[in-house]
């Protein structure tokens, strides 16, 4: 999907606690994954920690699914669970379906979001974002045999795209917004099944997620196509218009598990290698 990022700086122990007390809980969802709690001065018996709602659309692995036992599972999960375990706070996983997961952060369900959001000028008007953590680009994946070789020959084809995201949008300039060759699906590995029946003859999405499904569905014949046209994009973790405080906590730390390396241990679990490496690659055949 391209899904959007921006963020950074530190609070003291005494204004973080004060931060714990900002934030909407949002609906009584079950919990799915919580990074641990605080201890000390900040967590007492008589004021509870604060938990942090964080929504995540869990159909875009690797970076979010649910694993068999219904568990929230990916590099969004890991990455935000671990700035937590480094600001000293709990968080809460909340499955929350794209179309509506801006609106779940703009009405206070949501504390968080986190789900391959790409920053764009647009989406920074309503909410705001943090230091970016992930690079990505747009991908096309086609059957292989497929003629294609670049963006604008898809423009006679059928396209899968997952609704919303950057791929519908460089998909609509492409081919028109009324275009009946564009195919939308809800999440884009429903779009790359899509793809492998035959109802499409091409999808659109984030490399990373494109890469993961070609990755782990070598039976399905796909090959992938890059095009130097596709604008990189940067994934952040977002949060209310002005919420400063909480904005301020997961840039810290986020440049925590930066510094320490622990975001280069979660990236290469996911993408099998550190991200300079990881991104080169992609780069040269998206």
Known sequence: MSRLSTRRTFLSAGMLATAMLLGACGKQETATS?????????????????????????????????????????FDIDVVSAIAAKAGVQVKFVNTPWEGIFNALQQGDRDVLVSAITITD??????????PYFDAVQLIAVKQGSKVAKFDDLKPLKVGVQTGTTGDEVVTKLLGKNSAAIKRFESTPLALKELESGGVDAVVADNGVVIHYVANN????????????????QYGIAVRKGNTAVLEMINQGLAGIRADG?????????????????????????
């Open 122 to 131: 647009e989406r920074k008007q309503t909410m705001d974002f943090t230091a």
């Open 262 to 286: 622990t975001y280069d241990r979660i990236y290469a679990k996911y993408f099998g290698s550190a991200p300079a490496a990881a991104n080169a690659a992609p780069a040269a055949s998206k």
């Open 218 to 233: 070598a039976g399905a014949g796909f090959k992938t196509v890059s095009d130097p046209s596709f604008t990189p994009e």
């Open 34 to 74: 919580t990074a641990p709690a605080a201890s000390g001065p900040a967590a007492t018996a008589s004021a509870p920690a604060k938990v942090y709602v964080v929504g995540t659309d869990a159909a875009y692995a690797p970076f979010e699914s649910q694993n068999e036992k219904g568990e929230i599972v990916g």
